[in-house]
């Protein structure tokens, strides 16, 4: 489903908020799906463009169809497995993108793996060298998200602007629409990315995973299960009884469930 869409050449871009479209997204996506070729380009892995449309938090179009979604970044959305009732975040976040990039020339730069499941390409955007995925987390209407073999030196920057967006209280910090919740009482649900921290009271190897128990009652209680491959990155032990901060996926699974499989969704406060 599409949320929002926010074209160029409408209106002026003062005026540019008032133009998300929430009912006609289906008919202009056939009208973009049935010309242009979403396969990454042969040529150079970077390139100059401008953006005619903006889907999301994260995710615009370019004037031949193709869609290019800015990786490590997680804009709101509904939960996996239920629908939300109130959209007006996946518009906020959509028109907050909207006023960074329509009717600028952006530059492209396509990630190592430059096209994911849906077609669209990965890749950095910049204005005037501004990285407009930082920008977005540094205003607040992003969280940032570690993907699966993400480069750390492409994550941390993403992390510090999204820490300087919740310590000036920007966007979703402000309105509360983005928290940190606190894993010793985590009843917010399951099938969701959320961020949690909290003091781990015990460390214990099941399979392929440290578990890291928060609470008293492993089968209710917030448990976050880290692949064994980061040991070399840190101790899990010596987490045990310091404050940590999580970020990830929290499912139902004997309780809140968060898997870590990468090192820049753990952080020592």
């Known amino acids: 489903m599409q949320y929002g869409l926010y074209r160029t050449g409408v209106q002026s871009r003062?005026?540019?908020?008032?133009?998300?479209?929430t009912g006609c997204g289906s008919m202009v996506w056939m009208a973009f799906a049935?010309?242009?070729?979403?396969?990454?380009?042969?040529?150079?892995?970077?390139?100059?463009?401008?953006?005619?449309?903006?889907?999301?938090?994260?995710t615009v179009r370019l004037a031949d169809g193709r869609r290019i979604v800015m990786p490590h970044i997680l804009p709101p959305g509904p939960d996996r497995h239920?629908?939300?009732?109130?959209?007006?975040?996946?518009?906020?976040?959509a028109q907050a993108l909207a006023d960074l990039v329509l009717g600028y020339e952006l530059r492209v730069?396509?990630?190592?793996?430059a096209q994911d499941r849906y077609g669209r390409l990965r890749a950095k955007l910049s204005v005037d060298d501004q990285d407009i995925a930082a920008q977005q987390a540094r205003n607040g209407w992003v969280r940032a998200f570690p993907e699966p073999d993400a480069n750390q030196d492409t994550v941390i920057p993403l992390l510090t602007a999204e820490a300087e967006g919740r310590t000036t209280g920007k966007g979703f910090w402000e309105s509360g629409f983005f928290q940190v919740y606190t894993a010793d009482s985590y009843s917010t649900g399951t099938d969701r990315f959320e961020i949690v921290s909290g003091r781990a009271k015990r460390v214990t190897r099941i399979g392929d995973r440290d578990h890291l128990e928060f609470?008293?009652?492993?089968r209710t209680d917030f448990t976050a299960g880290l692949?064994?491959?980061?040991?070399k990155s840190f101790d899990p032990d010596a987490m045990i009884g310091k404050s940590i901060e999580l970020r990830g996926w929290i499912r139902n699974w004997n309780g809140p469930f968060m898997e870590i499989t990468e090192p820049t969704q753990i952080s020592q406060l």
């Open 109 to 113: 730069d396509l990630d190592p793996i």
């Open 227 to 231: 692949d064994r491959s980061l040991r």
């Open 215 to 218: 609470g008293e009652d492993w």
């Open 34 to 58: 049935t010309g242009a070729s979403i396969a990454p380009p042969d040529g150079p892995q970077s390139f100059l463009t401008s953006v005619i449309a903006v889907d999301d938090g994260r």
């Open 82 to 93: 239920s629908p939300m009732e109130d959209t007006t975040p996946i518009r906020q976040s």
């Open 14 to 21: 003062l005026s540019r908020r008032d133009a998300l479209w």
